[in-house]
């Protein structure tokens, strides 16, 4: 696996060795930057469930002036922090389950990246909090990776875009008008 653009672009990420991290494939991510290009440079992301950390790292390398890594696992905040490390990039990783860090997180993000584990009711829990908490900004973006064939409640947000790659489906959210 390797960062597909920006300043980063080719640079190796660790080898995922774990069954519970199922990192997004490169063409998703591929696919996720490219429509986000223009709406990524300096800002500020949330990579919720973050895995080995391909997502953030991704958002870092097209321009993203920052991005905070969560996740519950030790092994993926491990991994994380390893590519971090191998590719230089000052970042700051925290090991927390994502529900607790939204409802005592008191940041403004512009960008959410959310790609918990399938079939895990994580969204219907994490949503209305980050909803409830006002973590995303006015203009901002929420992308939710989950399997083409699951269906979820996003409120209160509202679906603004949806693409299909085979069994994953990328699912954009903003705040309601």
Do not use: W
């Not at 069954?19 to 949330?46: C, E, G, S, W, Y």
């Not at 064939?149 to 790659?165: A, G, H, L």
Request: glycine share 6%; charged share 30%.
């Amino acid at each position: 696996m390797r960062v597909n653009s920006g300043n980063l672009k080719g640079r190796k990420l660790i080898e995922n060795k774990y069954d519970h991290i199922r990192p997004t494939t490169d063409k998703v991510r591929q696919a996720l930057f490219t429509k986000l290009q223009f709406f990524l440079p300096d800002k500020k992301v949330l990579d919720l469930f973050c895995g080995t950390g391909a997502l953030g790292i991704e958002a870092l390398s097209r321009g993203a002036s920052s991005v905070l890594f969560v996740d519950k696992d030790f092994r993926s905040v491990q991994m994380t922090k390893e590519n971090l490390k191998n590719l230089k990039i000052d970042a700051k990783v925290v090991k927390c389950d994502a529900v607790k860090f939204v409802e005592v997180c008191n940041e403004n993000y512009d960008l959410i990246l959310l790609d918990p584990p399938y079939k895990s009711g994580l969204y219907e829990k994490v949503l209305p909090k980050i909803y409830e908490k006002n973590l995303l900004n006015d203009d901002g973006v929420i992308v939710c990776e989950h399997a083409s064939n699951d269906t979820f409640d996003y409120s209160p947000f509202q679906v603004y875009d949806e693409k299909k790659y085979g069994n994953i489906t990328l699912t954009f959210l903003e705040k309601k008008n």
